[in-house]
């Protein structure tokens, strides 16, 4: 499982184009956000102070968990070809059993995932430094590693739920060019969730990827958000969490980082269950 695991780990990286259009999404995200969005932020939040920080380590935290999702999609691009090209029968009348290549697509999936959030987060905190944010300290990166690990264990396993049905290319491109479109709405990068209509809010506070940006806005935020609203009122460090969707509310009720902690955990093991059910029903036809 391991050594399949490093084939499709280094047939990933050879593949440049493959990279570039696993990290798209996040590109035309920073894209919007430098030339278009953070002017439209910088005029909105004019009154509060080191506003740039914060709204560069708002839209930051948002890219991890967007990057968690499309780089896992790309990886498992690799499983799609392989199914298309026909290369799989090869490896089904090979001594691998049919768990060690589910696992190595998984493993392999799952390391391209956490590496490239890793990657995103180093530039993008070199972006914050170039606009005069400073650098996350030790802890909170370790913090932040530990979400990576969680977010992309998560997505690896959607992810692979959906990609579980495809066996073309061109379906596959379809899905990831979908994906990649909405990604950026269903976790409030292009429209903070206070902002999005009531009906639209929900489906945002029960999709879990939104949960894992959630968790990465309290941990990157921690610190510009307590220079930002020193001395104002809970009441508007509050009001303003929730509309920046650093927070979730249904009703009276405040989403605990705990909670979204194991919505993570439980969506991991649900899409994992249905996805190894499905490959094995697919293989047994």
Not at 237 to 262: D, H, N, R, W, Y
């Amino acid at each position: 499982m391991i050594n399949f695991a490093k084939r499709n780990f280094k047939i990933f990286f050879k593949d440049k184009s493959a990279v570039f259009f696993s990290l798209l999404s996040v590109l035309i995200i920073i894209g919007l956000y430098a030339l278009f969005l953070s002017d439209v932020f910088a005029s909105e939040m004019s009154d509060i102070p080191n506003a740039r920080f914060l709204m560069d380590s708002w839209i930051v935290a948002g890219l991890l968990a967007v990057t968690s999702i499309t780089s896992t999609m790309g990886a498992f691009g690799i499983m799609v070809d392989d199914k298309a090209k026909k290369i799989v029968k090869d490896f089904n009348s090979s001594p691998v059993t049919q768990k060690e290549i589910a696992g190595g697509y998984i493993l392999g999936a799952f390391a391209i995932g956490v590496i490239m959030c890793l990657i995103a987060l180093a530039f993008t905190e070199l972006y914050i430094v170039a606009n005069g944010g400073s650098f996350i300290s030790f802890f909170t990166f370790i913090k932040v590693t530990g979400l990576i690990i969680l977010s992309t264990f998560s997505g690896t396993s959607m992810v692979l739920f959906v990609v579980s049905f495809f066996k073309s290319i061109n379906a596959f491109a379809t899905a990831s060019t979908i994906v990649g479109t909405l990604i950026g709405f269903l976790t409030g990068i292009y429209l903070p969730v206070g902002q999005l209509p009531d009906a639209v809010q929900i489906i945002v506070k029960v999709f879990p990827v939104s949960h894992a940006a959630a968790l990465f806005r309290q941990v990157m935020m921690e610190v510009p958000l307590s220079k930002s609203f020193e001395g104002a009122p809970a009441g508007a460090v509050e009001e303003f969490e929730q509309l920046m969707g650093v927070t979730f509310k249904f009703g009276e009720t405040e989403v605990s980082s705990t909670a979204s902690i194991f919505v993570l955990l439980i969506t991991a093991v649900l899409f994992y269950g249905l996805s190894i059910l499905n490959l094995s029903r697919k293989t047994k036809r």
